[in-house]
């Protein structure tokens, strides 16, 4: 009788861990691609503007410095969701 209500009780916890993960998948994609577009987006700009140099690197170096405080930004919200995704399925992994 025991293990019948320890059974039911895992399947539930199941339904609904599946559950949540339905709801919450399409958000974290949308996010991980955005932040991943926006990264390679200002990587390439940045690469851009110094091969296509026509000025001193100091001139350059300061109309770009909004674009590397965005590089490390992005970077960070890109490694936080790719880290606490894999540290939740590693949790739940461990758990089950």
């Known amino acids: 009788m025991h293990f019948q209500q320890v059974r039911e009780f895992y399947a539930s916890a199941c339904d609904i861990a599946e559950s949540v993960n339905a709801v919450y998948f399409p958000v974290l ?3 991980v691609t955005r932040s991943f577009t926006t990264l390679t ?3 390439y ?3 851009y503007s110094f091969i296509d140099q026509e000025t001193s690197y100091f001139c350059k170096f300061t109309e770009n410095e909004p674009y590397f405080v965005w590089l490390i930004y992005s970077s ?3 490694m936080w969701l790719v880290l606490f995704t894999a540290f939740t399925a ?3 992994n461990q758990n089950v």
């Open 29 to 31: 994609l949308l996010s």
């Open 41 to 43: 987006h200002i990587l």
């Open 45 to 47: 700009y940045i690469l």
């Open 76 to 78: 960070a919200i890109l």
């Open 90 to 92: 590693k949790e739940v």
